[in-house]
């Protein structure tokens, strides 16, 4: 985040803030809140899908008290605006969305002329060793009534494809990158915990009675195929 503080500090017009609140944030509409500090005369505006998450992060940071900070109840593939805003953000939240164009025709509209726009999200192959597991336990007798119908829910795409659709909003591409980076939990207990909120897709189809065993045979698998101690995936 410090790196782009350094970006943000260079911007006084208005700012749009896309990120899912309720579950990339150790609270509710923070990120948005970090960053209207550092654009003191400019105005940011941090928008979800949520309802309820909106309504949380605008009790948690009100406009009276943040008045250069604002939450709108909007999704990202329908984004209303005209160019509104110098910069458009977004954390770890795109992937949740599987069509990126109209989510990219949006964000072009909503800039200025010359505005900019960094994003990151979970890119192709994003923990593939847990997707693969999540994937085998589909088709296992036990699990597979409760994901009759069920299509992947994620948008991982790869730097090649997404400079292209760049490209086709209208976007000059300045810098697009698969980072690497290693997800360690220090015990199976934290990596359940990581399964059990991240993974909604899958978990929330399991029943509650029977979600802490389906929760148990993920880490099994995954402990019996890698082996480790420590256990880690490459994101």
């Known amino acids: 985040f410090e790196y782009f503080a350094l970006f943000f500090k260079m911007f006084t017009k208005p700012i749009l803030i896309h990120h899912a609140i309720a579950s990339f944030e150790p609270c509710p509409g923070i990120a948005a809140k970090l960053i209207s500090e550092f654009v003191p005369d400019g105005k940011v505006i941090g928008i979800d899908s949520s309802k309820d998450m909106i309504e949380f992060a605008s009790s948690k940071f009100p406009e009276s008290k943040y008045n250069n900070l604002k939450f709108i109840n909007m999704d990202a593939t329908q984004i209303e605006f005209n160019e509104c805003f110098e910069v458009v953000f977004s954390n770890a939240a795109l992937h949740w969305i599987k069509d990126h164009h109209p989510v990219l025709k949006g964000i072009y509209m909503a800039l200025n002329p010359n505005g900019k726009v960094i994003v990151q999200m979970g890119c192709k192959g994003n923990a593939n060793s847990v997707v693969e597991i999540l994937h085998d336990m589909i088709n296992h007798d036990k699990w597979k009534k ?14 090649e494809e997404y400079k292209e659709w760049l490209i086709e ?11 690497k980076k290693d997800r360690v939990h220090n015990d199976s207990e934290k990596f359940k ?11 929330s189809r399991i029943p509650e009675s029977h979600r802490e065993e389906y929760i148990d045979m993920v880490t099994n698998e995954f402990n019996r195929r890698y082996q480790c101690n420590a256990l880690s995936m490459r994101q």
């Open 169 to 179: 909003a209208g976007f000059k591409v300045l810098r697009i990158e698969l980072v």
């Open 193 to 203: 915990g990581w399964i059990r909120t991240q993974w909604l897709p899958y978990t």
């Open 146 to 159: 409760y994901f009759k119908d069920f299509s992947f829910p994620y948008g991982f795409y790869s730097p």
